[in-house]
């Protein structure tokens, strides 16, 4: 015990030190011997501890571990407390550590559940340390709630990639559950589309046939009255038949009573004149009989013109269908022809292909992709879709490259030769930093942006190298130049990476992707001046007139295919509006607009078209070669409307001259500079090559281009 202690009477005839001096402290154990003696003191006078261990007069220092020595020395005292209920001091600065500790964690960032055990644990090892007599089954305890937690934490790791594939594939079942609802929501709309026009359709019907059924009532009316005036028309004729009878009766009769004197005529005379009136009436039969037997057959002449005519007619019908008949049989000799040798073009492409088929592999089935590409069917027909066997084999080599790409963690070093571009000489192993390709796209585009906003006084190799020193520090920089070099390399089908690695690699001039960036960045700026509203939308009359004011060198066709790429359709008419932003949108790979794509289609087969007339001028082979005079000469030919500024460059493109050391036209110099003309049209390919002005000049310019002064 330290001496210089006032001691005190406890209220159970036991006595405590009251106090310690400073410098005097008393040890650890000395502490835990103290309590104990205290518990057994109480136990032994019959008073139960509401608390684990009844102590009284006991003060902890508030440090990292409580009840250690260095508490006595710095407190310098031992204050009694009264021996009753109270919560013992040790306890309370246990929790009072336990809560700042916990307060400390809340205020961070990065605290998790598992730094939250961390003060508990050190409570924990406190007591263990503290208590002697129970630290075997307190350890037992930590280490068995240690290893159960060392489980648990095994088994969550275990679950993290099934949590994470249960989330994509609940994201394809909803994009599948959207994909379904909306195609049969489109089919449902088809439907009452098709059902309203059929409604439509029977409604048009049941008027038609309500007209026709009032128009048959009608006339059955009109048929019942037309037999009626027709009866009585029939009754009417009866009677006055029977009528005009009767009075011809009454007149023979009258005349009879008026003539007496016939009655008186001789029988001998009468009987003569009825002899020689059968005579006559049997004469007249008879001829009668003869002419019916002579022309039983004979028409009357007007039915002879009648038929005459109809005669005619035919015959003339019967002469045209002639004369269509030998064309038809013309053309079907031809036909058959073109049939015999059809056939034969058949038979022998059949062979060829039998033979073909017989040396040649099978067609592959692309089908068989589907299941095999991450994404399933869906994502393989967005990357087939309008592809050939080529450019399907080029999609499944990127695939089957990243996949390979991400598995890498290192590049070997390519080493430091003369043929290894400057970002990449390098010996040793480089990691591969696996960016997406949406981050490699995105980096390309701030590399553009940069490069577009200095002066380019370095070379773009130096410049791409500098550019990932100055975003990731000279350390990383060339891990971060192997990684995107072997993105761009693989990914041929992105723009951006193509254009980026054709560049890098000195096969193509950035002036060529700045200047067609440029023409994109015209082209909205001329449609949104358009849009005075600035609703982002135009008309087709008006995005033509753009189109041809920016491009006037285009034909009609080229138009009209740019026109179409950004949703233009012939049944359209010129007052349709066209949404123009929608035209400049990029995926997050950088994949542009069709409309944008047909640009780059465009500009590369006019390109293509102007070095094929400059070859076609210049009328020699690819082994020729072609003096700067004579380069010149063709240029002015096939694009009279080139500037010297402009012809200067091509010239200097072709022959790796400086502008500022090209010979002036006419002068001797010229014949003596010359190159191979397959070296000449690779450099032009190279470069920004473009039409200036039309191949032929109108003939009032040319007119006046020649008169003097």
Not at 77 to 89: E, N
Request: glycine residues 4%; contains cysteine; charged residues 30%.
């Amino acid at each position: 015990m330290a001496t210089g202690c006032t001691l005190q009477q406890l209220p159970s005839q036991l006595v405590l030190p009251a106090c310690l001096h400073e410098g005097h402290g008393l040890p650890a154990a000395s502490v835990l011997q103290l309590l104990i003696h205290i518990e057994s003191f109480q136990f032994s006078m019959g008073h139960l501890s509401p608390w684990p261990m009844f102590t009284s007069g006991q003060t902890i220092l508030q440090n990292r571990k409580p009840c250690s020595d260095k508490y006595w020395k710095r407190t310098g005292s031992w204050q009694p407390q009264s021996l009753g209920t109270a919560k013992p001091r040790y306890l309370e600065e246990l929790e009072n550590y336990l809560r700042k500790e916990l307060l400390l964690l809340d205020l961070g960032t990065d605290s998790t559940q598992e730094l939250r055990l961390q003060p508990y644990r050190e409570i924990f090892e406190f007591f263990i340390e503290d208590f002697k007599t129970y630290k075997p089954l307190l350890s037992s305890i930590k280490n068995a709630y240690e290893v159960m937690l060392a489980h648990q934490r095994e088994k969550i790791r275990a679950l993290e990639p099934l949590k994470a594939k249960l989330v994509t594939v609940n994201e394809d079942c909803n994009e599948r559950i959207l994909a379904m609802r909306a195609e049969e929501k489109y089919e449902i709309s088809t439907l009452k589309k098709e059902k309203m026009n059929l409604l439509k359709l029977i409604d048009k019907k049941n008027e038609e046939m309500a007209s026709l059924q009032s128009e048959v009532k009608k006339l059955r009316k009109n048929l019942a009255e037309e037999y009626l005036n027709y009866l009585s028309e029939r009754d009417a004729r009866k009677i006055l038949i029977a009528d005009l009878n009767e009075l011809r009766y009454q007149r023979e009769d009258m005349s009879l009573a008026q003539s007496p004197g016939i009655w008186g005529e001789d029988p001998v005379k009468l009987t003569l004149a009825l002899k020689m009136t059968r005579q006559d009436l049997t004469r007249t039969q008879m001829e009668l009989n003869t002419m019916k037997a002579n022309f039983g057959d004979v028409v009357p002449r007007r039915d002879f013109e009648m038929q005459e005519k109809t005669n005619k007619d035919l015959q003339e019908q019967l002469d045209s269908l002639r004369a269509d008949y030998e064309e038809v049989r013309k053309e079907h000799e031809i036909l058959l022809q073109l049939h015999m040798s059809t056939l034969k073009e058949r038979d022998q492409f059949f062979s060829e292909l039998q033979e073909i088929q017989r040396t040649s592999t099978p067609r592959p089935d692309w089908t068989k992709c589907e299941d095999r590409i991450a994404g399933g069917p869906d994502r393989w027909q967005v990357l087939a879709r309008g592809k050939n066997s080529d450019q399907l084999v080029d999609v499944l080599l990127e695939e089957i490259g990243e996949g390979l790409l991400r598995e890498k963690d290192f590049f070997p070093g390519l080493g430091y030769g003369e043929a290894i571009p400057p970002f990449l000489r390098f010996d040793g192993p480089v990691e591969n930093k696996k960016p997406t390709k949406k981050e490699v796209v995105d980096l390309l585009k701030d590399a553009w942006n940069e490069r577009r906003a200095e002066e380019q006084k370095e070379k773009f190799p130096d410049f791409f190298f500098n550019f990932l020193e100055h975003h990731f520090g000279p350390s990383e920089a060339m891990a971060w130049a192997y990684t995107i070099f072997e993105n761009i390399k693989l990914f041929r089908s992105n723009e951006v990476m193509s254009q980026f690695y054709a560049v890098l690699m000195g096969k193509r001039k950035e002036s060529v992707y700045i200047n067609q960036m440029d023409t994109v960045a015209q082209l909205q700026k001329e449609m949104m001046s358009a849009d005075s509203q600035n609703e982002g939308l135009l008309t087709i009359e008006q995005l033509s007139t753009i189109l041809k004011t920016i491009f006037p060198l285009k034909k009609e066709e080229q138009i009209q295919e740019l026109m179409e790429a950004g949703g233009w359709h012939p049944d359209y008419s010129s007052e349709d509006l066209l949404n123009y932003r929608s035209l400049f949108v990029e995926d997050e790979e950088g994949q542009s607009d069709p409309f944008v794509q047909k640009l780059w289609e465009q500009y590369a087969d006019e390109k293509d078209e102007y070095l094929q007339e400059l070859k076609q001028e210049l009328g020699l082979e690819l082994r020729d070669e072609v003096t700067l005079s004579r380069l010149r000469e063709a240029l002015m030919n096939i694009d009279p409307s080139i500037d010297k500024q402009t012809m200067n460059g091509y010239i200097s493109q072709a022959f790796q001259l400086p502008v500022s050391e090209l010979p002036e036209e006419g002068d001797e110099e010229e014949k003596g500079i010359m190159t191979l003309l397959q070296i000449i049209l690779e450099r032009l390919q190279m470069a920004d090559i473009r039409r200036v002005g039309p191949r032929e000049l109108e003939p009032t310019s040319q007119d006046h281009r020649g008169q003097p002064g």
